[in-house]
């Protein structure tokens, strides 16, 4: 069965640093764009970053822009968010997700939930200030 499954979450102060890792059962997902949403209480699911299924190519929120860096390593089957500066707002459950949509597409990324076809768990992020 496919999966993915983020970890590196955790209870950070402002100002602060943490890295999410995301494992993917199969190497498959090395083929294709993979990102990173997430969700706060009470809201909707949010789009972070996203990668194209290089490396090469990256997408980013404005609301994160400079401070989170989304990577991966298809060697190892995993995607990296790097998320410095961190904020109360930022506070959420982070999910990665792999976007079937095109099969090594070049510059290929995407902010839009709907061509994501497997999700992690998530990991929770809690960003004290």
């Known amino acids: 069965q496919v999966q993915l499954v983020e970890s590196g979450g955790g209870l950070v102060q402002t100002g602060g640093s943490l890295r999410l890792s995301c494992a993917a059962s199969?190497?498959?997902?090395?083929?294709?764009?993979m990102g990173w949403f997430r969700q706060a209480p009470g809201k909707e699911r949010e789009f972070v970053a996203a990668?194209?299924?290089?490396?090469?190519?990256?997408n980013y929120a404005d609301t994160v822009k400079g401070r989170f860096t989304i990577s991966r390593d298809n060697a190892k089957n995993m995607v990296y968010l790097q998320m410095n500066s961190l904020k109360p707002e930022d506070t959420a459950r982070y999910y990665c997700?792999?976007?079937?949509?095109?099969?090594?597409?070049?510059?290929?990324?995407?902010?839009?939930?709907?061509?994501?076809?497997?999700w992690g768990q998530g990991t929770q992020v809690t960003v004290s200030s």
């Open positions: 990668i194209n299924w290089s490396g090469g190519t990256t």
């Open positions: 199969e190497r498959t997902f090395t083929d294709y764009a």
């Open positions: 997700a792999v976007d079937l949509t095109y099969y090594q597409r070049r510059d290929y990324v995407s902010r839009h939930q709907s061509g994501y076809r497997y």
